[in-house]
C-alpha cells in the first residue's frame, strides 16, 4: 500500500464514524460502498459481516439500535494511530441526552487494514467497555 497521510487518516476515521449516524437508507449504502472494498469485511463479538450488502445490513441494525432512539451518538477518541495500512482508534457510544449526555457508555478499539485504494478490507471492533447492563 502507498503511505497514507495524516488528511486520509482524518477521513477515513470520520466518514468511518459518520456511517453509523447516517439515518438515510441510500446515502447510508453509498458510504459502505465508499468505505469498505467490495469483499470488505467486518469482525464483531465473534460474528462475521462479508461484503458491502453485509455490511450494510450490519450498519443499518447498529442505527437502529443505538442512534435512531436519539440515545446515543457515535464518537471517536483523538488517539488516532497509523502504521502502514492499518488504523487504529476507539469508536463510542456517548449518551446523547440526560445528566450523562457526552459520557462514554460502551467503547472499542477498532483497526482497520486498509487495500491501496485506502478502502476498508478488515474492520476489527474489540470492546473495551461493554453497555452497562439494562
Do not use: C
Not at 7 to 23: C, G, L, T
Not at 52 to 80: K, M, N, P, Q, W
Not at 103 to 127: K, N, S
Request: aromatic share 10%; hydrophobic share 45%.
Amino acid at each position: 500500500m502507498s503511505q497514507i497521510t495524516a488528511p486520509d487518516v482524518d477521513q477515513i476515521v470520520q466518514r468511518y464514524v459518520a456511517v453509523w449516524s447516517e439515518p438515510d437508507t441510500a446515502a447510508r449504502k453509498r458510504a459502505v460502498a465508499e468505505l469498505w472494498a467490495a469483499d470488505g469485511v467486518e469482525f464483531i463479538e465473534g460474528t462475521q459481516y462479508r461484503g458491502h450488502d453485509g455490511l450494510v445490513d450490519r450498519v443499518a441494525e447498529a442505527y437502529g439500535l443505538f442512534v435512531a432512539s436519539g440515545e446515543y451518538h457515535i464518537t471517536h477518541d483523538d488517539h488516532v494511530t497509523v502504521h502502514d495500512d492499518i488504523v487504529m482508534f476507539t469508536v463510542q457510544l456517548t449518551y446523547a441526552t440526560g445528566h450523562r449526555a457526552d459520557e462514554v457508555a460502551w467503547a472499542a478499539r477498532v483497526f482497520l487494514v486498509l487495500d491501496d485504494d485506502g478502502r476498508i478490507l478488515q474492520d476489527y471492533h474489540l470492546t473495551v467497555q461493554p453497555l452497562p447492563e439494562a
